[in-house]
């Protein structure tokens, strides 16, 4: 994989988009694997990290479960393409379009990390292991995104499943549309 670097356009980013990320590490693979499914083990355009577009102090972060639970980053650490993770795509819902809507899922992101939201690798578990049940107290990256935007009032299908992946979010989940322009890659 050659290496290149995605540029943002920070100005056409909004708070509450959703942050989809590839991954080259084992685990990356394994959630494609079963995710995605065999034929897609392989494919970096597979998403196999969420999060979600969150403003601090004028500048937008990324609010993601990661395994110390609920933290901060910034976009660029997820900048390198073909690193541990890079970002695909940026997506928006329209549910977000509403400025009431945002502070609100805002004001309850800010009180999850002040609450220091947990991480569930039982969750992720899940998937691989299917008798393996995650924790109900706790979330993962796809879990949390789909739990933070389902509060504000994002619709799913009737069928979406009880263990939302980041393949789900990416793939499945209607209403949830590419911003176009947000972001390119270029040669490093």
Known sequence: ????KVR?????LRSMDMVCCAGRSPFALVTR????GWKHKLNHE???HTGIIFPVE?????AEMQAKGLQLNSLERYSKVGGRRWVISIRRNVAFDSVVTRCDVQRQIALDLRHQLEYDPKGLL???FERVEDDKERL???EYVYQISKS???????????????????????GWNNVHGCMRVVPS
């Open 8 to 12: 943002f356009s920070y100005e056409k």
């Open 58 to 62: 004028g500048q937008f972060l990324v």
């Open 126 to 128: 899940e998937f691989v």
């Open 140 to 142: 993962y990256c796809s």
């Open 152 to 174: 504000a009032g994002v619709k799913y299908p009737a069928g979406f499943r009880k263990s939302v992946s980041p393949y789900d979010l990416q793939v499945c989940a209607s």
């Open 33 to 36: 694997l079963v995710t995605a």
């Open 1 to 4: 994989m050659k290496k290149r």
């Open 46 to 48: 597979i998403s196999v």
